[in-house]
């Protein structure tokens, strides 16, 4: 089945780096993405990963993708008060590849701290 | 290039009655999604529209949802009549073919 899992909340200090971490089961997930959620606002496309490849990085954030485990991680390097949001992991499988349908996990609460 | 809008932000209604949810895409998009939050939970898709065409609304909860996109731009969801438990927050997004979805706000509804 399509189920997408991530922790519900991460605490990290102004400076540090911040790992976010999903789990999906459906094998066939072509793309993953990351979406972000600030306060009253919607959601904001990051960054995105195509199922081939293992490392994507952008400025300061890396997205790590070990298909073996079917494990997804974003990593937000000298994290700033500003990336305060709730983080969703989102995938599309290959039977939603022709559709676009998007499976989002529960969405994680980054709180970064001054 | 405008993104995607969703009006109103807000609405608050009584259970039993009828709300209608209106989502405008990104101009040239004719991929049109819904999706909801409930309660703090996942973002569950609820219908994909290409066009004027439903394509998928495998997601829509139950009969009391009726969604449109009449001439293929902007999209409604109508719930009628409103229960407790469609409360949340409803969420369109909308791309071209092949491309990453963009999202609007978002419309949070109470039904109380």
């Known amino acids: 089945g399509e189920d997408v899992e991530q922790s519900l909340f991460l605490s990290v200090r102004e400076g540090d780096s911040s790992v976010i971490n999903c789990t999906y089961t459906d094998s066939s997930s072509t793309y993953l993405y990351w979406y972000k959620q600030e306060p009253g606002a919607g959601l904001q496309l990051l960054t995105y990963i195509f199922s081939n490849m293992d490392m994507k990085q952008d400025q300061r954030l890396t997205v790590l993708l070990n298909k073996k485990d079917k494990h997804l991680s974003l990593r937000i390097a000298d994290t700033q008060t500003g990336d305060s949001a709730i983080y969703f992991c989102?995938?599309?499988?290959?039977?939603?590849?022709?559709?676009?349908?998007?499976?989002f996990g529960q969405g994680t609460t980054l709180q970064v701290k001054p | 290039e405008a993104g995607v809008t969703q009006f109103p932000s807000h609405s608050v209604i009584e259970k039993g009655q009828t709300v209608t949810l209106r989502c405008d895409p990104i101009?040239?998009?004719?991929?049109l999604y819904w999706y909801r939050r409930v309660m703090g939970k996942e973002i569950k898709f609820l219908l994909h529209f290409v066009k004027e065409s439903k394509q998928d609304e495998s997601g829509m909860p139950n009969n009391r949802f009726l969604a449109e996109r009449t001439g293929g731009t902007y999209s409604t969801l109508k719930v009628q009549p409103a229960e407790l438990e469609d409360s949340g927050v409803y969420f369109c997004?909308?791309?071209?073919?092949?491309?990453?979805?963009?999202f609007g706000q978002g419309t949070r509804l109470t039904v109380v």
């Open positions: 101009s040239g998009h004719d991929n």
């Open positions: 997004a909308s791309s071209r073919p092949g491309g990453a979805a963009f």
């Open positions: 989102a995938e599309i499988t290959a039977g939603s590849s022709n559709t676009g349908k998007l499976i």
